[in-house]
């Protein structure tokens, strides 16, 4: 008999429907967040870009569901969203990016590796935002750090305002609590650079990633690394969406155009 899964399955919800579109680009939220928070890279990203976004259960539209307290299991699954819509809907030109920010970049480092791994295939490009390189203390350091600050270190963190309503209070603050365990239980393992281009981003006043530690990324993979700084601190991508989602155009439009890279060679218009 098959065991029962332990979590609800991470779901794709399509912020678009470009049937034209070149470039297909997935999108892992934040902590405690769901796809709504890239809605506003809907009017950032022209035609050229199929927006999908990743719903995690616990959060958003998946509220009343349980959350996920294993960033592996969260990985796995999220992998195998992203190979199943790949096969059933597969981007025009095969090309195919993954991008996440702070606790969703580590997600989406994490499902690249497990796409490669068991479903034999990579992203042309990933991108990574406010999150640190392996080598350096991850974010489930600062959280450990800041434990006894309670609610106080969690806002800090969200850059949330705190919620005067009990029962609001548990809707925002209950995924976030369930990430930081995962964060807190997660044992990072050694993966051998991937062949995807990476795009790494910032904030220059982060209090949980180093902007300097940002190129240090760059073993990660044997293909290139460019690094993108922006003003603000850990969740500068909120007030600057229309600003990382142009210099991720670039960096996409860039690897669109030369795939040599990833060996793959689109006949599209910026070939």
Not at 154 to 169: C, F, K, N, Q, R
Not at 243 to 266: F, I, K, M, S
């Amino acid at each position: 008999m098959t065991s029962p899964s332990p979590f609800p399955a991470p779901r794709l919800h399509r912020l678009t429907d470009r049937q034209t579109a070149r470039i297909r680009l997935y999108c892992v939220p934040p902590s405690g967040t769901g796809s709504e928070f890239f809605l506003p890279w809907v009017a950032a990203f022209s035609e050229l870009f199929d927006l999908v976004a990743v719903d995690l259960p616990g959060r958003g539209t998946r509220a009343g569901e349980p959350s996920i307290t294993d960033i592996g299991w969260a990985a796995t699954g999220i992998a195998e969203a992203i190979a199943t819509d790949l096969t059933h809907r597969p981007p025009a030109d095969g090309f195919y990016a993954v991008f996440g920010h702070s606790f969703g970049a580590l997600l989406a480092f994490e499902a690249t590796h497990r796409l490669r791994s068991d479903a034999r295939t990579e992203p042309d490009l990933l991108g990574l935002s406010a999150v640190p390189p392996p080598n350096r203390d991850g974010l489930d350091e600062h959280i450990a750090r800041n434990l006894g600050s309670g609610i106080a270190a969690i806002t800090d963190v969200m850059g949330w305002e705190e919620p005067t309503d009990s029962a609001l209070t548990r809707t925002v603050y209950t995924p976030f609590l369930a990430d930081a365990v995962a964060l807190l239980q997660h044992t990072r393992q050694p993966w051998p650079p991937l062949r995807a281009r990476l795009s790494v981003f910032g904030g220059l006043d982060d209090p949980m990633v180093d902007p300097e530690s940002l190129p240090e990324w760059s073993p990660c993979t044997t293909a290139d690394t460019r690094v993108h700084r922006f003003p603000g601190g850990h969740h500068y991508l909120r007030a600057q969406a229309a600003e990382v989602a142009d210099r991720l155009t670039g960096d996409l439009l860039a690897a669109y155009r030369n795939p040599a890279a990833t060996g793959r060679g689109p006949d599209g218009p910026f070939a």
